[in-house]
């Protein structure tokens, strides 16, 4: 199974991946690159509660799904804010602007899948500028305009 198609089947138990911790921010990579070749990115994101996300971006060729598994993330898609409690589900098509963050009092968490492509060789950067940029208090979010982390187009890895 798997040997026909060039494919590799990929079971992983509670826990196993492969972490990045950005603080109040936490995500772990279940498949990406070539599990399977470039063409899904597939990963667990865990928010502290009241925790903001990265910023609003899109991406320009890659659809992002999103499953909220427990807790209630808060996600903006286009120009619209609105709470997505457990087991709800969202879809960005390529080229809207988004961005997802946890303004409850409880952990929350979302598993992302990211289609086409790799995603996961951004997480160095991503973990340096967070490093740089903790992430915000979402209660007590500064006032102005927050830093922004560009990430390569897709044509750019």
């Known amino acids: 199974m798997g040997q026909e198609t060039g494919k590799t089947p990929i079971f992983l138990m509670p826990g196993d991946g492969r972490d990045y911790d950005m603080g109040r921010i936490q995500a772990r990579f279940k498949a990406d690159g070539d599990e399977p070749p470039d ?8 928010m502290e509660p009241n925790t903001k996300g990265i910023g609003t971006h899109s991406h320009a060729r890659e659809d992002e799904i999103s499953y909220v598994p427990d ?3 808060s996600f903006l898609v286009g120009d619209e804010w609105r709470n997505a409690g457990p087991v709800s589900f969202v ?3 390529a ?10 009092d409880r952990r929350a968490g979302v598993l992302n899948v ?3 492509g790799a995603f ?6 991503i973990v340096d500028w967070f490093a740089q940029h903790p992430p915000e208090d979402a ?3 500064r006032i102005g305009r927050r830093a922004r982390l560009r990430l390569p187009q897709s044509g750019d890895r």
Not at 95 to 104: L, Y
């Open 39 to 46: 063409r899904s990115s597939i990963s667990e994101w865990r």
């Open 71 to 73: 807790g209630t993330m």
């Open 91 to 93: 879809f960005v098509p």
């Open 95 to 104: 080229g809207v602007v988004h961005d997802f963050e946890n303004r409850s």
């Open 114 to 116: 990211f289609a086409p």
């Open 120 to 125: 996961e060789g951004n997480m160095p950067m």
């Open 139 to 141: 209660r007590y979010a």
